[in-house]
C-alpha cells in the first residue's frame, strides 16, 4: 500500500496534459482524455451435484439410527467438503442349518480433511487502455477459494514482474462489495490487508479490482503487468503439508496443488493518442506583397493530426490572438467551414470563451480520424 | 445352559435366534497408506486407522467375517456399499476363494465388472466404469467352516 499516493475513487475518466506542439509564432494548447470501460464476466457457475448412493439396501436392512448415516452431503466438483464424515458398514448374509441369517458390521467413519487450493484469474480480455500518465486505472481479477473448505486471503499487488516495458504503480485494491461486477467508486470497499480479507465458502468467488497509476513518458503499445497475489489464512507452502486441526471441523488442513496461493498476471497497454499541431500564417500586405507591415493581413491556419492508438477525447484548440493586431470578424473556420465568433452552438468562438483568444472544440479525434483545420484572420495594426 | 429351565419358550426361541445369527461377526476397517523411509533408505508403505482423510486420497476398507459358530455356514455373502463421496477404484475389490460382483443401481442388481452397464444422460446404455459402481460383494465359494475367517477388501477415492 501506499498511503502517501492513495487516489480517491477517481478510477474512470482521466485528463493529461497534451503532448501537441505549436510551432509558428504562438504557444497552442490542446486537451485530450481517453476512458475505457471493460465489461467483466462473472463468476463460474457453482454445479452441486447430489449423488444417490447405494446407501438404499443397506439403510432399509438397518436399524433407524444407522439410517441417519445415508446420503444427503453435496459433492461439490473441487472435492468433498472439508469436515464430511463418510461413514461405511458392512453386511455379511449367509445360511446356517438352512436358516437364512445376516448381520452387520461397526460403522467406520473419518473425516474429510480441508484441502487448501485458491485461483486467481485475470479478468480483462487485453491490456486495459491507459494514457501516460494516467490516474488509478482498474483492472479486475476473480478469487477463486478451489479448495473444500472455508478459507480467508490475504491480498497483495507486485508491479515489478518483468516481461513488459514499464511498471505500473500500485494505488489500491477494492473488493466488488455488492457484487455486480463492475467497480463502483465510493460504494466498493477499500480492501485493508488482514482487515477485511475476503473470507470464501468453497467454489466461491470475489471479485477484485486493482488500481494503479500509469507513468508518464512512456511510449504507444508499451505494455505494463500488475501480478495480484492471494495467499491463504490457513496455510500456504509445498504442497502436501499437513496443518493439523487447521481445517474445518478441527480437521487437518492439507495444502494443495496450488500451494495454498495463487497469482495472476493483468496488464495495461499503453494508448498514447498524440496530437500534433502545425501552425502555418500567409502574410498579404496592402501592396499586394507579403510584408508583416501595418495593415497587412495574417492568415493562420492550424492543423490538428491525431497519432497512435486509442482516442483523444474533446480535443480543445486554443490560439491567443498575436498582440498588436486585430481579428477579422467573422474569419473563423473550422475544416473550411465558417464558425461564427460568439460562443454559440457551434465549436468555436473567438474572445468568448478565453479573452483575445481563439477556441475550436474539436470532438473525439483518433488516428483514422482525418487532419482537422482550423483558420482565422487578424491584421497588423 | 442353567437358566434355561427359568425362561419362557419365546424368550428360549428368541435367544436360539440370536445364537444363529451370532455365528458369523462380521467387522470393518478403514485405513490409509502412509510411506515412511526407513534408515536404510527403504520405502515401507505403512497403514494406518483413517480418521482425516485428504480429498484424492485413498482409503483401503477390509471386511472380516469370522464363524464365530459350531456349524459350518453355507452361501455366504459380504456386501458393503461404496460410500457416499468415495468412488470405487477399479480392480481394487480382493478376497481369496470369492466371487467378487458389483451394482450400479444401489444394490438391487449385480454382475461381474464386465456385463454392467448404465444408461448416459441420453438414455443410451454405456459399459459402467469404477466410478459407476454402488455396490461391491463378495460370495465365498465354498463353505465357512467354524472359527474361519473370510477376509475381503477394496478400495476407495476420496472425492
Redesign the interface.
Known amino acids: 500500500m501506499h498511503p502517501a499516493t492513495r487516489f480517491h475513487y477517481n478510477c474512470s475518466p482521466v485528463t493529461l496534459p497534451a503532448r501537441g506542439s505549436c510551432r509558428g509564432l504562438h504557444a497552442g494548447a490542446a486537451t485530450l482524455s481517453t476512458s475505457r470501460n471493460s465489461p467483466l464476466p462473472f463468476g463460474p457457475a457453482r454445479p452441486a451435484i447430489a449423488?444417490?448412493?447405494?446407501?438404499?439396501?443397506?439403510c432399509i436392512l438397518l436399524t433407524a439410527a444407522l439410517a441417519a448415516l445415508c446420503?444427503g452431503?453435496p459433492?461439490y466438483a473441487l472435492?468433498?467438503l472439508a469436515g464430511?464424515a463418510?461413514?461405511?458398514?458392512?453386511?455379511?448374509?449367509?445360511?446356517?442349518?438352512g436358516?437364512?441369517?445376516?448381520?452387520?458390521?461397526?460403522i467406520?467413519?473419518?473425516?474429510?480433511?480441508e484441502?487448501l487450493d485458491v485461483n486467481v484469474a485475470w479478468q480483462d480480455a487485453a491490456g486495459i487502455g491507459v494514457s501516460t500518465p494516467d490516474t488509478a486505472r482498474v483492472t479486475t481479477f476473480l478469487l477463486t477459494n478451489t479448495g473444500?473448505g472455508n478459507d480467508s486471503y490475504r491480498l497483495s499487488v507486485d508491479d515489478g514482474a518483468g516481461g513488459d516495458q514499464f511498471d505500473p504503480v500500485a494505488v489500491d485494491i477494492y473488493l466488488d462489495g455488492n457484487g455486480n461486477g463492475v467497480f463502483d467508486a465510493g460504494t466498493d470497499p477499500q480492501y485493508v490487508a488482514g482487515g477485511n480479507d475476503p473470507v470464501l465458502a468453497p467454489e466461491a468467488s470475489q471479485l477484485v479490482f486493482v488500481c494503479n497509476t500509469i507513468p508518464a513518458g512512456l511510449h504507444n503499445g508499451d505494455l505494463g503487468n500488475t501480478v495480484l497475489i492471494a495467499i491463504s489464512n490457513t496455510g500456504s507452502g509445498t504442497p502436501g503439508t499437513v496443518l493439523v486441526n487447521a481445517?474445518d471441523n478441527n480437521?487437518?488442513a492439507?495444502i494443495g496443488s496450488s500451494g495454498g496461493s495463487g497469482r495472476a498476471t493483468g496488464s495495461y497497454l499503453v494508448n498514447a493518442a498524440s496530437v500534433t499541431l502545425l501552425k502555418s500564417v500567409v502574410i498579404t500586405d496592402p501592396q499586394g506583397g507579403s510584408q508583416p507591415v501595418t495593415g497587412a493581413r495574417l492568415d493562420y491556419r492550424i492543423n490538428a493530426t491525431v497519432t497512435g492508438t486509442g482516442v483523444a477525447s474533446d480535443v480543445v484548440i486554443t490560439d491567443p490572438l498575436p498582440a498588436n493586431t486585430t481579428y477579422t470578424s467573422g474569419s473563423l473556420s473550422m475544416n473550411n467551414l465558417a464558425l461564427t465568433d460568439a460562443a454559440d452552438g457551434d465549436a468555436g468562438d473567438v474572445g468568448a470563451s478565453s479573452a483575445n483568444t481563439v477556441t475550436v472544440h474539436l470532438g473525439d479525434l483518433s488516428g483514422a480520424s482525418p487532419v482537422q483545420t482550423v483558420s482565422f484572420e487578424v491584421v497588423i495594426n | 445352559m442353567k437358566t434355561s429351565v427359568r425362561i419362557s419358550t419365546g424368550l428360549l426361541l428368541s435367544f436360539l435366534s440370536f445364537s444363529?445369527?451370532?455365528?458369523?461377526?462380521?467387522?470393518?476397517?478403514?485405513e490409509t497408506e502412509v510411506v515412511e523411509t526407513a534408515a536404510t533408505g527403504e520405502k515401507i508403505v505403512k497403514r494406518i486407522d483413517?480418521?482425516?482423510?485428504?480429498?484424492?486420497a485413498e482409503?483401503i476398507?477390509t471386511?472380516n467375517?469370522r464363524n464365530t459358530?459350531s456349524?459350518?455356514?453355507?452361501?455366504?455373502?459380504?456386501?458393503?456399499?461404496?460410500?457416499?463421496?468415495?468412488v470405487y477404484v477399479d480392480g481394487s475389490a480382493a478376497g481369496d476363494n470369492t466371487d467378487i460382483m458389483f451394482?450400479v443401481?444401489?444394490?438391487?442388481s449385480y454382475a461381474h465388472a464386465d456385463k454392467l452397464t448404465v444408461h448416459d444422460e441420453n438414455g443410451k446404455p454405456r459399459k459402467a466404469e469404477a466410478a459407476d459402481y454402488?455396490?461391491v460383494r463378495w460370495t465365498l465359494r465354498s463353505e465357512?467352516q467354524p472359527s474361519r475367517q473370510l477376509p475381503v477388501s477394496y478400495r476407495v477415492k476420496?472425492?
Open positions: 449423488l444417490l448412493h447405494g446407501w438404499l439396501r443397506a446420503p452431503e459433492v472435492g468433498t464430511t463418510i461413514h461405511n458398514v458392512s453386511r455379511v448374509e449367509y445360511m446356517i442349518a436358516t437364512g441369517s445376516s448381520a452387520a458390521s461397526n467406520v467413519s473419518f473425516l474429510v480433511d484441502k473444500n481445517g480437521t487437518s492439507v | 444363529v445369527l451370532a455365528q458369523i461377526e462380521v467387522s470393518a476397517r478403514a483413517a480418521t482425516t482423510v485428504v480429498p484424492g482409503v476398507y471386511i467375517a459358530g456349524d459350518p455356514a453355507k452361501h455366504v455373502v459380504v456386501t458393503n456399499p461404496v460410500p457416499q463421496s468415495t451394482s443401481d444401489g444394490g438391487k454402488t455396490n465357512l476420496v472425492k
